[in-house]
């Protein structure tokens, strides 16, 4: 008969942490970078001609590849599709937490855009909202490749 092991507990983070770098793909790094320079990049597909914002490697229309020269500029203008209104916000660790204040979420199809992008409403109110109504890209002020160059969008007439 085997004799029992003894079972050794440990409490506490192990003595190396795994870090872990991926790459978003050229599109992806493109599109971030651009955003820091106050573009909006969109990827066009040279199958079908579908168009993505943000841009992606591969149309899910027609699976053909979307490659760099197929990346084009939008105004950063569109169209209100919809919108909903946030009371919960995602705290980054998994957790919902309270909003001190509701945000306004709107579904927007850009100009020169077949997709939808989903994005906060901003320096409006609920009752001003429309569908169909006009929106354009508010930028930060803080030149950052990320969506945070993003400050909101906002209706314009």
Not at 3 to 30: C, D, H, T
Not at 47 to 73: F, H, S
Not at 127 to 137: P, T
């Amino acid at each position: 008969m085997e004799k029992p092991q003894e079972v050794i507990r440990y409490q506490g983070l192990p003595a190396v942490l795994a870090n872990f770098n991926w790459s978003v793909g050229f599109q992806m790094q493109r599109f971030l970078k651009a955003l820091a320079e106050k573009k909006f990049l969109a990827g066009k597909c040279p199958g079908c001609g579908y168009v993505y914002a943000p841009p992606r490697n591969r149309c899910g229309k027609c699976y053909a590849e979307i490659k760099e020269n197929d990346l084009i500029e939008l105004s950063g203008k569109g169209k209100l599709l919809s919108w909903t209104i946030a009371h919960l916000a995602l705290d980054g660790k998994g957790n919902w937490q309270d909003l001190k204040e509701p945000r306004m979420i709107g579904a927007i199809k850009l100009d020169g855009a077949d997709s939808t992008l989903f994005m906060e409403l901003g320096q409006a109110k609920a009752s001003d909202l429309k569908i169909g109504a006009n929106v354009e890209i508010v930028w930060s002020e803080e030149r950052v490749p990320n969506w945070k160059a993003i400050r909101f969008f906002k209706l314009i007439k």
